[in-house]
């Protein structure tokens, strides 16, 4: 995308434009359906109450976190996080799908539009890495095979 | 020599650009709406009658209300904007710092460590 956008002599194919539209929109339907199947299919079975009494936490994820204090800053901070950081790729890759739809090509004669642009893409991909990574390491992976000491890195 | 009967002069492409106020609407109701993500965010995380409030689905909780509301935010400053400015000329600049400022923001202000001092 920064490619097609750089300001050069060279003009970006029509080809090359019609694929960055393509990309762009299958990154907005893919980021809105993750966020969505998130926060209303998986999230729920994330924060699922136990009934009164439960010993076994194994299936109630959040409340096997809170249990410990070794273990609980992966709620209180990576999922806390993850759950709303998330929200702001579908926001952003959606903007910037629009603008470059109403522009195209034309960004590049726009340097503050363009770098705006490319500028939330980035924030997007940022977000998405952020909930992807808080999502399934500390808080989805490490409850079920790393007990409750999370180790990010094995030495060999 | 001649242009292929396709391609645009350049002349034709600046008459074919459109005016800048629909890109700074976008971008400036982006940044909008992911600073109402955080705000709605702390507001939820802090007020116990808004946490009821943003309860709009009970199994996801809170942050239902939170994230829709947002949502709504972001697509109604949108539309405002875009309604003010889509036949205009806009300085993009200041909106741009503004829109990224905010999205900065809000990627801190979600930050828990950040959203505790609250």
């Given at each position: 995308m920064a490619a097609l956008l750089?300001?050069?002599?060279?003009q970006p194919g029509t080809r090359d434009e019609r694929f960055l539209r393509v990309y762009l929109t299958a990154m907005a339907v893919l980021a809105w359906a993750a966020v969505l199947t998130g926060t209303y299919v998986i999230y729920p079975w994330y924060r699922a109450t136990p009934p009164p009494g439960t010993t076994k936490l194994g299936a109630f994820p959040q409340r096997l976190l809170l249990a410990s204090p070794t273990t609980s800053a992966r709620h209180s901070i990576g999922m806390e996080w993850k759950e709303h950081v998330a929200w702001l790729a579908p926001l952003s890759i959606t903007m910037s799908t629009v603008v470059f739809f109403q522009y195209g090509r034309n960004l590049r004669r726009d340097a503050p539009l363009r770098s705006t642009v490319l500028c939330f893409t980035l924030v997007s991909f940022l977000a998405a890495g952020i909930a992807g990574f808080f999502g399934a390491m500390p808080v989805e992976h490490a409850p079920v095979e790393g007990g409750p000491t999370l180790h990010m890195v094995y030495g060999e | 020599m001649s242009l292929p009967a396709t391609s645009i002069t350049p002349a034709e492409q600046a008459v074919a650009v459109p005016p800048s106020g629909a890109g700074a609407a976008a971008i400036l109701a982006a940044g909008i709406g992911a600073f109402f993500l955080a705000v709605f965010a702390i507001a939820g995380d802090k007020l116990p009658a808004l946490q009821n409030f943003f309860t709009f689905s009970k199994p996801t909780g809170p942050l239902s209300g939170v994230t829709t509301c947002a949502v709504v935010a972001w697509l109604v400053a949108w539309a405002v904007f875009h309604g003010l400015w889509r036949r205009r000329d806009v300085a993009i600049r200041p909106v741009a710092i503004g829109a990224v400022a905010l999205l900065i923001l809000s990627l801190l202000l979600t930050f828990p460590p950040i959203t505790d001092l609250f």
């Open positions: 750089a300001q050069t002599d060279n | -």
